[in-house]
């Protein structure tokens, strides 16, 4: 889902080591071992915004509602709902309950949403989208307490949702993991640990968390108190390694010591050439350089922005660094699967192109030194993760030779990354934003309006911000998907990211293992072993 959003593309190369654990397949004790490139910074489901803690919670816990392969809403803790234009009724099923045998009740929902929005709780990306409900802005903003926020407990199973305006696509925002339920309880007994580990976590999903080595593995087994348990064929899920180390990881899966593997471009040959089937999945996500527009920042100047969109040389970067089959080049923020009225929003509003042309990218550099008032650009900072530092090193040398910019790689890990971006301590940043089951240009979108939480580079522009608010005060999907077209427009005018491509997971899976869904949502949980 959407607030996960998304700084999926900086993974947190963690370090590792081999704990003993059973084949990557196990018929014996019908268990299956993975592997996560970057540890979960937090299981907090109210301020977790990674797609790795997604993927774990997916597991541990449940939201009102899902999606199907569609991207269609579909039943999970709510059995059933009556929704009209400003309000949705959810109807709770009576054996949904926690791991501890309790009952899952509306005020669970009521709870956790109102914790959300709550400042104190300092959800930032996780409030994303959260303005859909009544009072939600007011009260993130600390004008109204988190009580006015416009969701009750008519009774234990009920559950009414007051909108703060008609949103279309307010089932699949309801799916993330932001909006699934808190015992209060619980939540309170953990002393503000909650979700840090094992322990301090409860679950209402298909599995529970067991055991929680940090940076090393997780554990996780059925929970017998899950509703639909008939339906979660397998009793245990290793996290066994948790590392950015790709080959090592291509090695335990030849040996047998992983189910499924997620593969990058750095390991995609060896995996050919040892004869393993090749697999693809789309994702509902796009990769973009950021450019920082703080007042302090070089990159502030729109010629300098403008030089750097046309030194980079997109194909030759998808084709030698990003190298993986369902990688195509685009010009636009917006994901290639992405609804506009009738038919996909890229074929209803084609993006401008972006073109490469180094000698105009030459004439805007020196257009921009003489703006800034500077002999020479200064360096520039390009904020690396380092499980991707090949990238960062790809665009620093594409800039020196086009342009002779003077491009510094800081390098650091996933929290660390995460935080310098959240601070405005970069000029060029490489990032990969994921939409989940939002198949709205709205999440995109609302990343660059002013106010969001994912606006990472500073981006501020007054007809942009109107044409959002526009975006959110009607229902008409035409004028919706023209003002997103406007939007569009206005990003290639102003040059804040550029965009580079979308993507596909490219993954190896054990041929006995089925059922490990991977879109549009990360969901293992009715994976199961056939032999």
Same mark, same amino acid.
């Given at each position: 889902?959407?607030?996960?959003?998304? @700084? /999926?593309?900086?993974?947190? *190369?963690?370090?590792?080591?081999?704990?003993?654990?059973?084949?990557?397949?196990?018929?014996?004790?019908?268990?299956?071992?993975?592997?996560?490139? %970057?540890?979960?910074?937090?299981?907090?489901?109210?301020?977790?915004?990674?797609?790795?803690?997604?993927?774990?919670?997916?597991?541990?816990?449940?939201?009102?509602?899902?999606?199907?392969?569609?991207?269609?809403?579909?039943?999970?803790? /709510?059995?059933?709902?009556?929704?009209?234009?400003? %309000?949705?009724?959810?109807?709770?099923?009576?054996?949904?309950?926690?791991?501890?045998?309790?009952?899952? &009740?509306?005020?669970?929902?009521?709870? $956790?949403?109102?914790?959300?929005?709550?400042?104190?709780?300092?959800?930032?990306?996780?409030?994303?989208? *959260?303005?859909?409900?009544?009072?939600?802005? *007011?009260?993130?903003?600390?004008?109204?307490?988190?009580?006015?926020?416009?969701?009750? #407990? /008519?009774?234990?199973?009920?559950?009414?949702?007051?909108?703060?305006?008609?949103?279309?696509?307010?089932?699949?925002?309801?799916?993330?993991?932001?909006?699934?339920?808190?015992?209060?309880?619980?939540?309170?007994?953990?002393?503000?640990?909650?979700?840090?580990?094992?322990?301090?976590?409860?679950?209402?999903?298909?599995? &529970?968390?067991?055991?929680?080595?940090?940076?090393?593995?997780?554990?996780?087994?059925?929970?017998?108190?899950?509703?639909?348990?008939?339906?979660?064929?397998?009793?245990?899920?290793?996290?066994?390694?948790?590392?950015? =180390?790709?080959?090592?990881?291509?090695?335990?899966? &030849?040996?047998?010591?992983? *189910?499924?593997?997620?593969?990058?471009?750095?390991?995609?040959? =060896? #995996?050919?050439?040892?004869?393993?089937?090749?697999?693809?999945?789309?994702?509902?996500?796009?990769?973009?350089?950021?450019?920082?527009?703080?007042?302090?920042?070089?990159?502030?100047?729109?010629?300098?922005?403008?030089?750097?969109?046309?030194?980079?040389?997109?194909?030759?970067?998808?084709?030698?660094?990003?190298?993986?089959?369902?990688?195509?080049?685009?010009?636009?923020?917006?994901?290639?699967?992405?609804?506009?009225?009738?038919?996909?929003?890229?074929?209803?509003?084609?993006?401008?192109?972006?073109?490469? !042309?180094?000698?105009? $990218?030459?004439?805007?550099?020196?257009?921009?030194?003489?703006?800034?008032?500077? =002999?020479?650009?200064?360096?520039?900072?390009?904020? $690396?993760?380092?499980?991707?530092?090949? !990238?960062?090193?790809?665009?620093?040398?594409?800039?020196?030779?086009?342009?002779?910019?003077?491009?510094?790689?800081?390098?650091?890990?996933? &929290?660390?990354?995460?935080?310098?971006?959240?601070?405005?301590?970069? !000029? @060029?940043?490489?990032?990969?934003?994921?939409?989940?089951?939002?198949?709205?240009?709205?999440?995109?979108?609302? @990343?660059?309006?002013?106010?969001?939480?994912?606006?990472?580079? +500073?981006?501020?522009?007054?007809?942009? =911000?109107?044409?959002? +608010?526009?975006?959110?005060?009607? /229902?008409?999907? %035409?004028?919706?998907?023209?003002?997103?077209?406007?939007?569009?427009?206005?990003?290639?005018?102003?040059?804040?990211?550029?965009?580079?491509?979308?993507?596909?997971?490219?993954?190896?899976?054990?041929?006995?293992?089925?059922?490990?869904?991977?879109?549009?949502?990360?969901?293992?949980?009715?994976?199961?072993?056939?032999?």
């Amino acid at each position: 889902m959407l607030r996960r959003l998304c @700084i /999926a593309a900086m993974m947190l *190369a963690a370090s590792w080591h081999l704990p003993a654990l059973a084949a990557g397949v196990d018929p014996a004790n019908n268990s299956i071992t993975i592997s996560l490139t %970057q540890e979960p910074p937090n299981l907090d489901s109210s301020i977790s915004e990674d797609t790795t803690s997604s993927q774990i919670l997916r597991l541990t816990n449940e939201a009102l509602v899902s999606v199907d392969r569609r991207g269609d809403p579909i039943p999970a803790v /709510a059995e059933s709902w009556e929704q009209s234009p400003t %309000q949705v009724t959810f109807h709770l099923r009576a054996d949904a309950k926690w791991a501890d045998g309790v009952p899952v &009740k509306a005020a669970d929902f009521v709870y $956790a949403w109102r914790r959300l929005v709550d400042p104190e709780t300092a959800a930032r990306g996780s409030t994303f989208y *959260a303005n859909a409900i009544k009072n939600a802005q *007011a009260i993130i903003e600390g004008k109204m307490p988190p009580e006015s926020l416009g969701v009750h #407990a /008519a009774d234990d199973r009920t559950l009414v949702v007051e909108l703060s305006r008609p949103v279309p696509f307010i089932l699949s925002v309801l799916s993330g993991t932001a909006y699934m339920p808190l015992r209060q309880d619980f939540v309170e007994a953990q002393q503000g640990r909650y979700g840090a580990d094992a322990a301090h976590l409860l679950s209402n999903g298909p599995f &529970k968390l067991d055991k929680w080595v940090h940076n090393a593995s997780m554990v996780l087994t059925k929970n017998d108190e899950y509703w639909d348990r008939d339906n979660v064929k397998l009793d245990q899920i290793d996290v066994g390694y948790i590392t950015s =180390d790709q080959r090592s990881l291509l090695n335990l899966y &030849k040996s047998g010591d992983l *189910a499924a593997l997620r593969l990058e471009e750095d390991i995609l040959a =060896d #995996a050919s050439r040892a004869g393993f089937r090749i697999n693809k999945a789309p994702t509902n996500c796009v990769a973009w350089i950021l450019l920082n527009l703080a007042e302090d920042r070089p990159t502030s100047n729109k010629k300098l922005r403008y030089a750097i969109r046309h030194a980079l040389d997109r194909d030759a970067y998808i084709n030698n660094i990003v190298g993986l089959p369902g990688t195509l080049r685009t010009d636009t923020v917006f994901s290639n699967r992405i609804r506009g009225v009738k038919r996909a929003f890229d074929k209803e509003y084609p993006a401008p192109e972006i073109t490469l !042309d180094v000698p105009e $990218a030459r004439r805007l550099l020196e257009e921009a030194r003489q703006e800034l008032g500077v =002999d020479e650009i200064p360096p520039l900072v390009l904020l $690396a993760n380092e499980t991707r530092q090949i !990238d960062a090193e790809y665009f620093q040398s594409q800039l020196k030779v086009a342009l002779g910019l003077d491009v510094r790689v800081d390098k650091q890990t996933f &929290k660390q990354a995460i935080a310098k971006m959240q601070a405005g301590d970069f !000029d @060029i940043a490489r990032a990969a934003f994921c939409g989940g089951s939002i198949l709205d240009p709205v999440f995109f979108a609302g @990343i660059f309006e002013s106010s969001s939480p994912f606006n990472l580079g +500073a981006f501020e522009n007054a007809e942009y =911000d109107r044409l959002y +608010a526009i975006t959110n005060q009607t /229902a008409d999907q %035409q004028v919706r998907m023209d003002a997103f077209g406007q939007m569009q427009q206005i990003l290639f005018d102003e040059a804040p990211v550029i965009p580079t491509h979308v993507y596909s997971w490219v993954y190896l899976q054990d041929e006995r293992v089925k059922g490990l869904e991977r879109y549009p949502l990360t969901d293992f949980s009715r994976g199961y072993i056939d032999i």
